[in-house]
């Protein structure tokens, strides 16, 4: 007999963890990673500036972050074209996602989202007692009309879908999407997860009326600002629904170095548009390397690629733990028929070297055996 009592929701649920850090695994393995290509980071960087403003403000730390923050909010609402009270900021999306679930999930609620998708909603709508039902992707893409139709038929309070994708890097154009959203009906809401937006092709990023009460688009500073060590992303909505959230959130959650790197991140421009930039190229690379070793990549709109080891997931699996012992962090989707793939993020040049020399290598102890 233990000496505490947990609730009985925590009682049964499993010792879940979204995803394994690539520093847990170094503990594990005993040996650091030479190239670090599984978590989406951003290996280019945060903007100078943003670093600047870090160093600038460290000596303040002892003051809390501002509660509403302020003038990141106003200037992400000038930057999105919306005021600031349109705009929630978070501990990144992963936590903004949780006090989501926590706001509109209770016992037994249904929330509907892709087989093989982005984890992290399952993992809050699981903590708070909701239900999950999954749709499969089709094409490797996640399928809009049918989480739209699964939604309907079991009354679901929410939806979720990445656009880009992740893990795949497929995408839908904004047309499709804004289609999606004038099908929600009433009692139900879309969260879209914006995280890779800016890698995406134009056309990509939907036009939402910002008085519509149906959709959450989740942002963030982790991908392309380059700064998911300070955890720090936002909500686009609705006036009300962003005020819902004053309800629930850790209202000193958000550090003042978070806010002052994230504010001076997003007026750097230029490093972004070099960043992206850049992503692209590498994700041209990654494409030679996996064509020169007869291998597909998926098209992807963000900064990863999906390639396809052309068997099944046991082959892709191979794969990944002899890139894995030969010191290159990578990571796999988790269900079929995704995980025929393996996901690279993008990478340094030097980073993609040794993905060049390991790939080879991997691919024939994999066919070997
Ligand atoms: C990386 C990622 C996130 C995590 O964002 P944080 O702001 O770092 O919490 C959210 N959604 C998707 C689809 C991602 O790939």
Not at 23 to 46: D, I, L, T, Y
Not at 160 to 177: A, F
Not at 305 to 319: L, N, P, Y
Not at 329 to 349: H, Q
Request: charged share 20%; glycine share 8%.
């Amino acid at each position: 007999m233990t000496s505490y009592e947990t609730t009985q929701l925590v009682r049964n649920l499993p010792k879940t963890v979204p995803f394994i850090g690539p520093e847990v695994q170094e503990r594990a393995r005993n040996r650091p990673f030479s190239a670090r290509m599984g978590a989406n980071e951003n290996v280019f960087g945060p903007s100078p500036k943003a670093i600047s403003a870090i160093t600038r403000v460290a000596g303040e730390s002892w003051m809390y972050g501002d509660s509403e923050a302020h003038e990141l909010r106003q200037m992400l609402g000038q930057h999105n074209g919306v005021s600031l009270e349109n705009i929630m900021v978070g501990g990144g999306i992963d936590e903004l996602l949780g006090y989501t679930v926590r706001i509109f999930v209770e016992n037994g609620d249904v929330v509907v989202t892709s087989l093989g998708a982005y984890p992290t909603l399952n993992y809050h709508v699981v903590g708070y007692g909701g239900h999950l039902v999954f749709v499969p992707y089709s094409n490797d893409h996640e399928d809009i009309e049918c989480l739209v139709d699964v939604a309907c038929t079991h009354n679901a309070k929410l939806i979720y879908l990445s656009n880009p994708d992740n893990p795949m890097g497929t995408w839908w154009s904004s047309s499709v999407i804004e289609r999606m959203i004038d099908r929600i009906p009433k009692g139900m809401m879309l969260l879209l997860d914006e995280a890779y937006h800016e890698f995406a092709p134009a056309g990509t990023v939907p036009d939402v009326d910002i008085s519509n009460t149906r959709v959450l688009r989740f942002r963030t500073f982790s991908k392309a600002y380059g700064l998911a060590g300070i955890r720090i992303g936002y909500i686009i909505g609705e006036q009300g629904l962003i005020g819902e959230f004053d309800k629930v959130r850790n209202h000193f959650g958000v550090g003042r170095l978070a806010q002052e790197a994230a504010l001076s991140a997003l007026l750097d421009k230029e490093h972004l548009r070099l960043v992206v930039g850049k992503v692209e190229e590498a994700r041209q690379r990654i494409t030679r390397i996996s064509l020169e070793n007869g291998l597909s990549v998926i098209d992807s709109a963000a900064n990863f690629v999906a390639i396809d080891c052309g068997s099944d997931s046991s082959f892709a699996k191979m794969v990944l733990t002899e890139l894995i012992n030969q010191d290159i962090f990578v990571r796999m989707p988790s269900v079929a028929p995704l995980n025929r793939c393996i996901r690279i993020s993008v990478g340094l040049d030097s980073d993609l070297d040794l993905l060049s020399k390991a790939l080879p290598k991997a691919l024939n102890i994999a066919r070997g055996s």
